[in-house]
Each structure stands twice: as C-alpha cells, then as structure tokens.
C-alpha cells in the first residue's frame, strides 16, 4: 500500500503554509476550521489545532493548508508539522469522520390523503427544493429515492415534495399491508444519506419560475401568482401538487396538472370545481369561467 507523502511549502513572511499530499485525504469539497470545536468529527484538523501557532486549518482533497498566528515564522516549524501528519497518516489515525448531518436521527411518518390509493409519508427534514413527479422507473433516472421506491412492486407512482414523498399504489396491496415497510424504507433512505435527488434533473418540475415566470403574460401571472399563495399550501396539506399548464383566453379556461395524491382523486373534480375554480372566478371576476385538469 502506497504511503502518504508530503511536500511542505510556505515563502518566506507567509502566514500560511501548504502541505501537498500524493493521495487524497479529503472531500472534493473544501472545507474550513477556525478553532478546535469546528473541528469535532474531523481528528486530524484537531491535532493541529493543539498546536498553539495554528490559527486556522483548510482541508482540501489533496493539500492542507494551515495558517499561523504571528508569534513564530513556518521556517521554524514547517518541518516538524510535516514530519507529525505524514507519521499520524501513515500510522492509520483518522482523517475525519462521517458527516453528522448524515446520521442525525430521522423520523417519518405516514399521513391518510383523501385519494386512497395515495400515502403521504413526511420526513423531519428537508428532501428537495422543488416538488417532482415520476410516473415510472424510467423518469426516475434523476432521482436514486424514487427509482428505489419503484422496486417495490405496488408503487405505481411516486411524487417528491419539500419535506414528504406521496405513494401511488396499485391495488394489490393494501396499505394496511405496506405502509410499515414503505415508511421505514424511508427513513433508512433519508438517515444514510443517501443522493434524493440529483443536480440538475432533466425533468419538468411542479414549479413555474425563473425564465418560465417571466415569459407568461400578466393574466397567466396573476393565475400562477393565486395558485401559489392560496391553492398550493393547501393541497400540500394533502399529499399533491397543482401546476399551471395553460390558460385560453377564447373560452377563459384554466389548464392545470394535478400531481401527488391529488392525481386520480376521487374527490380532486370537488376540489376543482368548489375550490380553484371558484376562487380564480372570485378574484379575477370576467376572466376564468372554468378550470380543467388535464390529469388526475
């Protein structure tokens, strides 16, 4: 096995000091220690930091750099913190430990929606920063959590929100059958640490925003502008998701997309018609006469 070997640079003057490693040591990530406590879950970083000149420690996949108060120059001492990580890492002492936040405790647990075909199941954490719906395992390509959750053989579809994730289940099973395995499925998921979702996901999310917001007209505006303060927190509420498609001026329609466990609702035509729609006619009087879902 090939031993850590390092180069110590520092010009003359510098308070800082590099220490080039031939193997990585740390993340990809930089990450950066100012004092001892900062440095709890990483034993390396703190051992330097018992050496009264260090000031601050910044760990990078293959260099350290430390860098000194002005009480002594690096000439003086280079050599010897070089000498002590080289021997601490070839004699096996820990860099730095798993990250805390990935093992914080995690607790989910499982909601009735009013579809019955859907569970709503609610982590005590953030998951994604945009609601996401997959319909199968092929669009779940971006998301390592759903693609799991489709190898479970009742999972029919699966919708990711800030904080839970919404089930459809075929009818084979009950969820009196599942929901225990599903929910601890989950929480293991979510307390390992594992990827939800990854960056930039080739996909349509649930929400209009950015360049999609601005190339709306300020009639279409105004309609996504409702959705999102009053529909939206209560659908949520729910286990679903509503996102604006469309709006025909001709006939002064509303297109929408129902998503999560408002998707196949029996009671999602109420909602339409007792809810979204009579709050759009109510304050945009003369310009929605109807609302369409064009799924669920």
């Known amino acids: 096995m090939t031993q850590y070997q390092i180069k110590a640079t520092a010009e003359k003057g510098t308070i800082k000091a590099i220490f080039h490693l031939n193997k990585a040591i740390g993340p990809k990530k930089i990450l950066n220690y100012k004092n001892i406590d900062e440095a709890k879950g990483a034993p390396l970083i703190q051992q330097l930091f018992y050496l009264p000149f260090v000031k601050s420690v910044t760990l990078k996949e293959k ?9 002594l120059e690096w000439e003086d001492v280079i050599e010897e913190v070089r000498v002590q990580l080289e021997n601490y890492l070839n004699e096996g002492g820990v860099i730095i430990e798993e990250l805390r936040n990935d093992k ?20 005590n954490k953030p998951l994604v920063s945009e609601s996401i719906e997959f319909k199968n395992i ?21 919708f990711i929100s800030s904080n839970y994730v919404s089930i459809t289940k075929f ?25 939800i979702l990854k960056e930039n996901p ?22 996504v502008s409702i959705l999102d303060e009053y529909i939206k927190p ?22 929408v997309i129902l998503q999560g466990a408002c998707s196949g609702c029996p009671s999602s035509t109420f909602t339409l018609k007792n809810g979204i729609e009579n709050m759009l006619k109510e304050m945009m009087p003369g310009k929605v006469e109807n609302v369409v879902a064009l799924n669920g």
């Open 63 to 71: 260099q350290l750099e430390v860098e000194r108060f002005d009480i």
């Open 234 to 255: 209560a659908v949520a509420s729910d286990g679903g998701n509503i996102q604006f498609d469309s709006y025909d001026a001709s006939n002064k329609s509303v297109q």
């Open 104 to 123: 914080v405790p995690v607790s989910v647990y499982a909601e009735s929606t009013p579809n019955p075909a859907v569970m709503k199941f609610v982590a």
């Open 202 to 223: 080739a996909i349509q999310t649930s929400t209009t925003t950015g360049s999609e917001t601005e190339n709306l007209d300020p009639l279409e505006a105004q309609i």
């Open 171 to 195: 009818e084979v099973n009950t969820w009196d059958e599942v929901v225990m395995e599903v929910r601890e499925f989950i929480r293991g998921f979510i307390e390992s640490g594992k990827l």
């Open 138 to 158: 092929d669009e779940a390509k971006t998301s390592p959590l759903a693609q799991e959750l489709f190898h479970f053989a009742f999972v029919k579809e699966v």
